[in-house]
């Protein structure tokens, strides 16, 4: 079976864009799991959560991640707060399938979502000081789920995607039938 690989990190750390060149630069599928999630709820992630409530948001998200990662030849971008939930940790990393994590500071999250108005969780009075509370909250269960990190700051998006593809390839999570070259075997 083919993996899945997936992106996990804080939200605007470049999981949706890198995810989406990653996956053409190695010849799969990119699926993001918040828009997964929208077209089963039939609407927004905003407007569900601030009906629901995070909790309820939290068991639909679970719900899909445990379809997406249940695939194969995939690579998905998961939610900010995908790795809060023990079963979203073990769902990511099952047989065979892989997690990177893309870190960025609190600073440059900030400095990338200044003026974002669709993510619930930031829409308070003081966003920074909610980034550094979501970063220690969640920064030791990215770095629990991922087999490598990767920290966004200091590079260009194609570089980005270049050094994540090397580090993919050299792992070996590529099967023969999305690569181009023969595979020596699978990491587990």
Not at 24 to 29: D, I, K
Not at 69 to 93: E, F, I, K, S, W
Not at 109 to 124: A, E, S
Request: some cysteine; hydrophobic content about 40%.
């Amino acid at each position: 079976m083919r993996s899945v690989i997936s992106l996990v990190g804080m939200p605007g750390c470049g999981k949706s864009t890198v995810g989406r060149q990653l996956a053409r630069s190695l010849g799969l599928r990119f699926l993001d799991s918040d828009s997964e999630i929208e077209s089963e709820l039939g609407e927004s992630i905003r407007s569900f959560f601030d009906r629901e409530g995070e909790e309820a948001f939290r068991l639909v998200e679970e719900r899909v991640i445990a379809r997406l990662t249940a695939g194969g030849g995939l690579m998905l971008a998961t939610g900010g707060g995908a790795v809060l939930r023990p079963a979203n940790r073990q769902a990511l990393r099952a047989a065979g399938n892989h997690v990177i994590y893309l870190r960025s500071t609190p600073e440059e999250l900030m400095r990338r979502l200044r003026h974002d108005t669709k993510r619930p969780l930031l829409q308070v009075a003081d966003p920074l000081k909610r980034l550094r509370d979501l970063y220690a909250q969640r920064d030791p269960f990215y770095r629990e789920a991922a087999e490598f990190v990767i920290d966004t700051g200091r590079h260009s998006l194609a570089t980005l995607v270049n050094l994540i593809a090397m580090q993919v390839e050299m792992a070996g999570w590529l099967d023969s039938a999305s690569s181009s070259e023969p595979s020596l075997g699978q990491s587990g």
